[in-house]
């Protein structure tokens, strides 16, 4: 086995190598856009693999959900040191922090409940109960679920195949009343990806068994329409920029990016690393990265209508991955293989 020096120079040289092999020409790309700086062991994790991340800016703190191993890890920002392993979940899936609640949010999969945790001690504050999805022993009711934080609601994706339901739904918890305040009923049985456009109040949901997204009215909970193009595959990772009013859409097998209007309407679609999980979108810097566990794709948004691929770069597996624009960081986190254990890659964003 090779050590992690070993390891993270490999992986370092590779991207390199594979990332000067992008469409980029030598005078429009002087430099790479992130480079790799630490590669942190996770030796508490040995088996299964990561699902989502959340951040703790007051603490410098990272968080990412262990779904296997029924643990939230947790690191520090700046540095990636591996801090804690945090027990006594079942299945965790995504995570949000609320800094004005000092709270971490972790949806449960294998408990169906929405756990509300202090951010001080990590004890349990709460216990949410959502659907029923022990029926099946997936796991996966709750799983995707988005944190709006100018409102401070998180929404929850429950219910769908993992319940043995033919239906899903968007549970609604208000951070500030502490409870759920409604639900949105989805048509599919396998919500992924959200995402909210605050200036229309629409909600964006990957309907991944259709092989569409579902645009929601938040004011009425009602499906406004869906959309979806020929090809569209295993619809996983979305993102919505309100700026450029554009809405971001992979797939899988193949591995595709495709960029749509707030209306649906396609703009471009090009290939992206397969087998995608998480989306990170940096709106100062233009850069959209997608994570797979086929490595990381980094592209360029020349104009709301055109990209640039700017780097595909190998992960060992990571397709869990988050930016953290106020330490200039990309995090991307990789199960245990036959190369290595499990570790936490931590990637600085180059200007």
Do not use: C, W
């Amino acid at each position: 086995m090779k050590s992690a020096f070993q390891f993270s120079s490999a992986l370092l040289l590779g991207s390199l190598a594979l990332s000067s092999q992008s469409s980029f020409a030598a005078d429009k790309l002087p430099h790479q856009p992130v480079t790799l700086i630490r590669n942190i062991a996770v030796p508490s994790v040995e088996k299964g693999d990561f699902d989502h991340f959340a951040v703790d800016l007051k603490r410098g703190h990272l968080f990412v959900s262990a779904e296997v191993n029924h643990s939230v890890e947790m690191f520090d920002l700046k540095t990636g040191e591996h801090l804690q392993s945090l027990s006594g979940y079942k299945t965790p899936h995504s995570l949000a922090f609320v800094p004005e609640k000092d709270e971490l949010l972790v949806a449960d999969g294998g408990d169906s409940a929405l756990d509300v945790v202090s951010g001080e001690d990590y004890h349990r504050i709460d216990r949410i109960q959502l659907i029923d999805g022990s029926a099946t022993g997936k796991g996966d009711s709750p799983d995707a679920a988005y944190y709006d934080a100018a409102n401070r609601l998180y929404y929850i994706g429950n219910g769908g195949i993992s319940a043995k339901l033919e239906t899903s739904k968007v549970s609604i918890y208000s951070v500030d009343q502490n409870k759920l305040i409604g639900d949105i009923d989805i048509p599919t049985n396998n919500v992924e990806a959200m995402g909210i456009d605050n200036n229309t109040h629409r909600l964006f949901v990957n309907m991944r068994d259709h092989h569409e997204v579902g645009i929601f009215d938040l004011n009425t909970k009602q499906m406004i329409k869906t959309f979806t193009v020929d090809g569209m595959n295993r619809n996983t990772s979305l993102i919505v920029d309100s700026k450029s009013k554009r809405v971001f859409v992979a797939g899988r097998a193949p591995g595709t990016l495709y960029v749509f209007d707030e209306d649906g309407k396609k703009i471009t679609q090009m290939s992206v690393i397969d087998v995608n999980d998480d989306m990170n979108f940096d709106p100062i810097m233009k850069r959209l990265y997608v994570s797979g566990s086929q490595g990381l794709s980094i592209f360029h948004q020349d104009t709301p209508d055109t990209y640039t691929e700017m780097a595909n770069i190998p992960t060992n597996g990571g397709k869990t991955s988050t930016y953290v624009p106020s330490v200039h960081q990309l995090y991307v986190i990789h199960p245990k293989t036959t190369i290595d254990g499990s570790g936490l890659l931590v990637y600085h964003v180059n200007n």
